[in-house]
């Protein structure tokens, strides 16, 4: 069974950082494309970064230079530093996972999510 579990979302001040983890069960990260997207109330659900098995490395232009998506292996986490954070960063978290080694981008249909972690930003 596969479970994937946010962790370390919270509130900070403009300009703050944070970072996720996503720890997986039951499923190998290294040997899958992984995703983080976002929720905002009110809002569509947006693809923030992915990465594949390969470590190739896709982000939004809303967040180049700003978050870096990463993963442990032995760990099986795959993780979100989010630096310079602004308030329309805020939002729900959610890590996916897609079931394949190489294709792997934002628009793809993630076949396990989690169930998310709040981030607020505040001015």
């Known amino acids: 069974q596969v479970q994937l579990a946010e962790s370390g979302g919270g509130s900070v001040q403009t300009g703050g950082s944070l970072r996720l983890s996503c720890a997986a069960s039951?499923?190998?990260?290294?040997?899958?494309?992984m995703g983080w997207f976002r929720q905002a109330p009110g809002k569509e659900r947006e693809g923030v970064a992915s990465?594949?098995?390969?470590?190739?490395?896709k982000y939004a232009d809303s967040v180049k230079g700003r978050f870096t998506i990463s993963r442990d292996n032995p760990k099986n986490t795959l993780y979100l530093q989010m630096n310079n954070l602004k308030p329309e960063d805020s939002a729900q978290y959610y890590c996916?996972?897609?079931?394949?080694?190489?294709?792997?981008?934002?628009?793809?249909?993630?076949?396990?999510w989690g169930q998310g972690t709040q981030v607020t930003v505040s001015s």
């Open positions: 039951g499923v190998t990260v290294g040997d899958n494309c």
């Open positions: 990465i594949n098995s390969v470590g190739s490395i």
């Open positions: 996916a996972l897609l079931r394949s080694r190489y294709y792997c981008n934002l628009a793809s249909s993630y076949d396990y």
